[in-house]
């Protein structure tokens, strides 16, 4: 049945649930009839409605109001799904929401298909003999649960690869990081690997929280933007509004960019650097900063820790040196640090062209001391904000969905594993023995980080006496993440064939179930939609969002937790797994799981948080600022915007939440804060704490180290905690402390729990200690190899990473001269990740059908290629994908780029996808994968892999 009504969505909601819709704004406004061009100014993708166009729906069927967030980038947009009969009929873009605002994007307004797209898998399946095979849920659990046993009794328990997912609830991503440590390995990963982990090692090291400082709304307070690595214009098109809202009240942009992209377009200054050249390009900008004495003194006096060693570091980075490496002209680089100096505040913005390097955790560390000279840090307008790529992949971080981290970012030594436990409730020895108890390579696997995701396959492929765990891979889950996300995507194919068994749970088969060659050992479980669950989601700023369940799973898929808890309980670990968490319906209830990780994550100040309270601001999403985040009346009267973390105290303290770190001229109980004191009381005899520093009202007015139970012995307040409090506290510090006590008399003296220090320019824990420019393995530049080498080959955790191996195979065997194109990689506004929900999508699928390279004029006439044409381009370790080109002068003559999003063939020839319920899930849009061509290369802090800079050549096909 066709529908045709025309009635609001808010007029069928109740009153206070549902704010402003579309029709309500475009009334108010005028714009129905002509009073201002908002149309033009909005677009017509953002203001068009989402609806049914063909669902058997009674006509008079009620309509039900869903508060749910967008699935796709971490914006965290809020949208009103519309109900009927059970069946998600229609959405808009909320008006009063305080991130969004009503403002949607293409694949916003094609949310809706993603829960009942026919290329779904449909129930679960096994391939067999050459053949897929339906299987009950009994079956299918107690098949790969049986194998998993058998693994461990053989291989011990690292055999087993949890790689979990970015879409994620928080609760689910808690929950599956329990189920790996139950399960008794470190072998968990999910995407933030591959997208910001080296933001979270550089970040975390240089002022103590490796997360965005300030918030997407507080961009419009800044009057300088510099964006170097992202292009939000396409990858996050609604915080670009606020970016052009910036810049309507008077902000300068810069774009640091190979490319001319679409946030380019917009900049006053656009720097063209060669890729994988930010860090000379960001001591260019310094040069000129020092140079003209353009520095903030007092706030590097006060408040930053190694600065000398970055001026030796500057002076070698001269105007002259930096055009020649970066291939940015000195005027360009003048100007853009002139505009960083002369507009105040400013806020530096990157995305996954700074992250995706060898050099990554470099080059988030020089982007923060960059803004550490400038004085950019604590206050609106500054900060960094970094833009994270999937709707919950800052929350599944925070879970410690990681190799290298349990929950709350505290890593793997004893003593983390120790606090978990207690939080837990279970005997730390009991935790332990779930581990293999042997040393391997000198390592013990409970407290060595894993295997990450970047490199499951290595831990397939590799020689086994070369990897610090018992034995190789066998099993593997792929929940949630496909593997076309990953470079020498040849590696990933040999090892999918060499895994005994290979699980993969999701909506839709992914490349991880296609890619292979194999006949045998494939299972496919059908995931639910992130829209046919609840749970909390947090945006790139930190903020909690509670998405509403919008339908019940279709066809005969299950929610995350579900599934999670029938395997665990075949194994043999669901009563330790879920002891002390509500299990209703053999699923882990939200709010109870939430409440235990809030007890425990005291290191970034989960404790606030309670389902009631993050629920209370969803559900009142219009009594908050667009401008400011905070609500000035109803109940959240006060508070921020999803109570952004740290969010200290218990929640009946009603503390607002922290929108923007280290912010000293806010009370803590208010909001604010100073630089972390997480490294220590002094380095080489010098005082790594503030000096003369501190957030208003302490009651100590200078710097101070973390607190602890010995601290407030020395203080004299010890006799403030109750002698409950005592019992618990005693011997911990105020992030292993499950009473609170040490928190709560830190926060009665307005004083930061975490201390109060300076931030750092020198990580000596790092194998650099200040950020260093490095030459990409793959380097089209020879002549910058010998001054700028890379690393030595070392062990990083349990897997051999070379460096200097690859670049002096790239010399020897001359592949920069039989590769000369420089070849990167990015997003497109059309697609998503690996992109096999929305090229799955009809919708999203229409509007962008080929995979392409962009190639400038210049080269494509060197090699007879004409706009359209198609071509083989052929990256520097043989892999080869059959593209179209696109000929623009975006792109620089030498350099090359390619979107990320496309799978589905490999070398020219379509992957066989399965049918489910006698539907083909091939999706509607394939192509080959960029990361066919791309190549080896490893941060040494994070393993995060090189995208963003390789070689490679290309002919006409």
């Given at each position: 049945m066709k529908l045709t009504r025309k009635s609001d969505v808010a007029a069928k909601a109740e009153a206070k649930p549902l704010g402003m819709s579309r029709r309500q704004f475009m009334k108010t406004a005028g714009i129905a009839t002509g009073g201002i061009a908002a149309a033009s100014m909005l677009g017509t993708g953002m203001i068009r409605r989402a609806e049914a166009k063909t669902v058997s729906v009674p006509h008079n069927a009620p309509i039900e109001i869903k508060r749910t967030v967008c699935s796709a980038c971490a914006v965290g947009c809020g949208l009103y799904a519309e109900v009927q009969n059970g069946v998600w009929t229609g959405h808009e873009p909320a008006f009063d929401h305080p991130f969004n605002a009503g403002g949607h994007c293409a694949k916003g307004a094609a949310l809706r298909y993603h829960t009942h797209s026919d290329k779904r898998v449909k129930y679960p399946m096994k391939l067999e003999g050459g053949k897929w095979k339906k299987l009950s849920w009994e079956q299918a659990v107690s098949e790969i649960g049986d194998k998993m046993l058998k693994i461990r009794e053989e291989s011990g328990s690292d055999s087993v690869y949890f790689m979990g997912s970015a879409k994620f609830s928080n609760e689910a991503a808690y929950m599956y990081r329990k189920l790996a440590a139950m399960w008794g390995t470190n072998n968990v990963d999910h995407s933030a690997r591959i997208c910001h982990s080296t933001t979270v090692a550089g970040v975390a090291n240089t002022w103590g929280y490796g997360a965005q400082t300030n918030s997407f709304n507080d961009i419009r307070n800044a009057k300088n933007i510099f964006l170097i690595g992202a292009n939000p214009a396409e990858a996050h098109p609604v915080a670009m509004q606020h970016i052009l809202t910036a810049k309507e009240r008077g902000a300068t942009i810069t774009v640091a960019d190979p490319r001319f992209s679409r946030t380019a377009a917009h900049a006053h200054v656009h720097l063209p650097l060669r890729p994988g050249t930010d860090i000379p390009l960001v001591y260019g900008l310094m040069w000129h900063i020092f140079e003209n004495g353009w520095e903030d003194k007092e706030f590097i006096r006060q408040r930053v820790f190694g600065i000398e060693k970055i001026r030796e570091e500057v002076k070698r980075w001269t105007p002259d040196e930096v055009e020649n490496v970066t291939g940015v002209s000195k005027e360009a680089v003048y100007k853009a640090a002139k505009h960083m100096a002369e507009h105040k505040p400013g806020t530096v913005i990157w995305c996954m062209g700074g992250t995706q390097h060898?050099?990554?955790?470099?080059?988030?560390?020089?982007?923060?001391?960059?803004?550490?000279?400038?004085?950019?840090?604590?206050?609106?307008?500054?900060?960094?904000?970094?833009?994270?790529?999937?709707?919950?992949?800052?929350?599944a971080t925070d879970m410690g969905l990681l190799f290298d981290n349990l929950p709350g970012y505290y890593g793997v030594t004893t003593g983390a594993w120790q606090h978990?436990?207690?939080?837990?409730?279970?005997?730390?020895?009991?935790?332990?023995?779930?581990?293999?108890?042997?040393?391997?390579?000198?390592?013990?696997?409970?407290?060595?980080?894993?295997?990450?995701?970047?490199?499951?396959?290595d831990g397939v492929l590799e020689d086994k006496a070369k990897l610090a765990q018992k034995d190789n891979l066998r099993l593997a889950f792929f929940w949630g993440q496909s593997v076309n996300t990953e470079t020498r995507q040849m590696e990933v194919r040999d090892a999918l064939d060499k895994l005994e068994t290979v699980v993969v749970v999701d909506p839709y088969p992914t490349i991880a179930g296609v890619l292979h060659r194999r006949t045998d050992g494939v299972y496919l479980l059908p995931a639910a939609t992130v829209f046919e669950g609840e749970g909390s989601v947090n945006n790139?700023?930190?903020?909690?969002?509670?998405?509403?369940?919008?339908?019940?799973?279709?066809?005969?898929?299950?929610?995350?937790?579900?599934?999670?808890?029938?395997?665990?309980?075949?194994?043999?670990?669901?009563?330790?797994?879920?002891?002390?968490?509500?299990?209703?319906?053999?699923?882990?209830?939200?709010e109870s799981v939430m409440r235990e990780y809030a007890r425990g994550m005291r290191s970034i100040g989960y404790t606030g948080w309670s389902p009631e309270r993050i629920k209370a601001h969803t559900m009142n999403w219009g009594d908050f600022s667009n401008e400011t985040l905070e609500a000035a009346g109803g109940v959240n009267k006060g508070e921020t915007y999803g109570l952004p973390w740290p969010c200290w105290g218990l929640p009946e303290q009603k503390h607002p939440g922290t929108q923007i770190l280290y912010r000293t001229g806010m009370n803590v109980n208010q909001g604010g804060g100073n630089f972390r004191a997480r490294f220590g009381v002094e380095y080489q005899g010098e005082s790594l704490l503030a000096d003369g520093s501190f957030s208003k009202d302490a009651d100590i007015q200078d710097g101070y180290p973390e607190f602890s139970a010995d601290m407030l012995k020395q203080l004299?307040?010890?006799?403030?905690?109750?002698?409950?409090?005592?019992?618990?506290a005693e011997g911990r510090t105020w992030s292993t402390d499950l009473g609170g006590g040490i928190v709560r008399v830190a926060l009665a003296h307005n004083m930061v729990p975490y201390g109060?220090?300076?931030?750092?320019?020198?990580?000596?824990?790092?194998?650099?200690?200040?950020?260093?420019?490095?030459?990409?393995?793959?380097?089209?530049?020879?002549?910058?190899i010998a001054k700028y080498p890379t690393h030595d080959d070392m062990q990083v955790h349990r897997l051999p990473t070379l460096f200097k191996t690859i670049q002096d195979k790239v010399v020897a065997d001359n592949l920069d001269k039989k590769y000369p194109l420089i070849m990167t990689s990015g997003r497109l506004v059309e697609y998503e990740g690996g992109g096999e929900e929305s090229r799955s999508n009809?919708?999203?699928?229409?509007?962008?059908?080929?995979?392409?390279?962009?190639?400038?004029?210049?080269?494509?006439?060197?090699?007879?290629?004409?706009?359209?044409?198609?071509?083989?381009l052929e990256g520097a370790e043989g892999g080869r994908i059959r593209i179209k080109a696109m000929v623009t002068p975006r792109v620089n003559p030498g350099v090359t780029f390619m979107p990320y999003h496309f799978a589905g063939v490999m070398h020219g020839e379509d992957l066989q996808y399965p049918e489910s319920g006698g539907i083909s899930t091939k999706p509607y849009v394939v192509g080959e994968s960029a990361n066919t061509a791309l190549t080896y290369g490893y941060d040494p802090v994070t393993q995060m892999q090189e995208t963003k800079v390789s070689l490679c050549q290309i002919a006409k096909a």
């Open positions: 060898t050099v990554g955790n470099a080059n988030t560390r020089i982007y923060s001391i960059l803004q550490l000279i400038l004085g950019n840090m604590g206050i609106q307008g500054g900060g960094t904000n970094i833009f994270r790529g999937h709707d919950n992949v800052q929350g978990w436990s207690r939080v837990w409730d279970l005997p730390f020895d009991q935790v332990k023995a779930r581990f293999d108890a042997k040393q391997y390579l000198g390592r013990d696997p409970m407290t060595t980080p894993g295997i990450p995701c970047s490199r499951w396959h790139s700023g930190r903020s909690a969002q509670w998405r509403q369940q919008v339908v019940e799973p279709m066809f005969d898929s299950k929610r995350d937790m579900e599934i999670m808890y029938l395997l665990a309980k075949h194994v043999g670990i669901a009563d330790v797994w879920t002891k002390n968490i509500e299990v209703k319906n053999n699923r882990p209830v939200p004299g307040w010890w006799d403030e905690l109750t002698e409950d409090e005592k019992k618990l109060n220090a300076k931030a750092r320019c020198r990580v000596w824990t790092f194998p650099d200690e200040i950020p260093t420019h490095r030459e990409p393995l793959y380097t089209a530049r020879r002549d910058l009809p919708w999203l699928a229409e509007l962008q059908q080929e995979m392409f390279v962009e190639i400038n004029p210049a080269d494509a006439a060197d090699r007879g290629i004409r706009n359209g044409d198609t071509v083989w």
